[in-house]
């Protein structure tokens, strides 16, 4: 088993990467991160050059968070409507590329935030099914991976649980699809984390570390034994990140229904963060 590295997406110190904070790669680097998570929504084409080239100098590892906005409706009954979503995934998988990111990861199979009040049709499930192969065969040129996040009921109705995820994932039948699980949404959906993350063992391409809160890992009631113990038993090798919101920006606060200060600051998350996934990960020789 190789060592995992450990992670930090963007949002923990900016809702945006501009040149102008360009620096937050640096200071992530600093702390000890090896892997940066980018919202690939945002980041303007223009820019991808500038970003791959200091990520690249840092030896950060970039990966690509996208989930569909609410306007990107891959499960609508209207068919314009699905390939306008598929159309922007596949823009994004462009970025990832040009990043040199190799997974583009979130809620990919479902745009959040949208509720019918009823259970997902047969129908929702067969267009996300078709949406997500048509965007991974269309990855697969670029040697780009595509992984479905967990998400909890509150986000989205189609699918909640990993159980879910892994028939989605037979169903989609693609190499370069796998999951990315999360501890947030799973503590809310799964009544055993350890079994959850051992169901998907060879499957997980992506894994973020947040508390019960989203706040500091560490610092709430997840049960982290059984989180670091499961990642050992699928022998889990690839990046271990950090999610947390620390941004208050309207993007941030609408996006994950984020509406008061998870932490101190975002500097406190960071570091603490990366001292707890490291102490946990030493504890369970991932690295």
Do not use: C
């Amino acid at each position: 088993m190789g060592k995992v590295k450990i992670g930090i997406h963007q949002h923990v110190f900016t809702s945006k990467i501009t040149e102008q904070n360009l620096s937050v790669l640096d200071y992530a680097r600093e702390i000890g991160f090896d892997s940066m998570d980018v919202n690939l929504r945002n980041t303007e084409f223009e820019f991808t050059k500038i970003l791959r080239k200091r990520a690249e100098k840092l030896g950060l590892v970039l990966t690509g968070g996208g989930s569909l906005p609410k306007k990107k409706e891959l499960i609508s009954p209207e068919k314009d409507k699905r390939v306008e979503a598929i159309e922007y995934m596949k823009e994004l998988v462009r970025k990832a590329y040009e990043l040199g990111i190799e997974v583009y990861h979130g809620l990919i199979y479902s745009n959040g935030g949208i509720f019918t009040g009823k259970s997902p049709t047969k129908e929702e499930l067969g267009y996300a099914v078709e949406g997500v192969k048509e965007v991974a065969k269309y990855a697969r040129q670029y040697g780009v991976l595509l992984g479905l996040e967990t998400a909890n009921r509150y986000e989205t109705y189609l699918v909640n649980t990993v159980e879910g995820l892994l028939k989605m994932l037979d169903e989609i039948d693609e190499p370069n699809v796998g999951l990315l699980l999360d501890t947030y949404h799973m503590n809310i959906e799964e009544k055993d984390l350890y079994k959850s993350i051992v169901s998907a063992k060879g499957r997980t391409i992506h894994f973020h570390v947040n508390e019960n809160d989203r706040g500091t890992p560490g610092t709430g009631h997840i049960p982290w034994d059984d989180v670091f113990n499961g990642l050992k038993e699928i022998d889990y090798d690839k990046v271990i990140a950090i999610e947390s919101f620390v941004d208050d920006s309207i993007d941030i606060a609408s996006l994950a229904a984020v509406w008061r200060k998870l932490a101190p600051s975002a500097d406190s998350i960071a570091k603490e963060g990366y001292e707890f996934i490291r102490k946990m990960s030493e504890k369970y020789s991932l690295i």
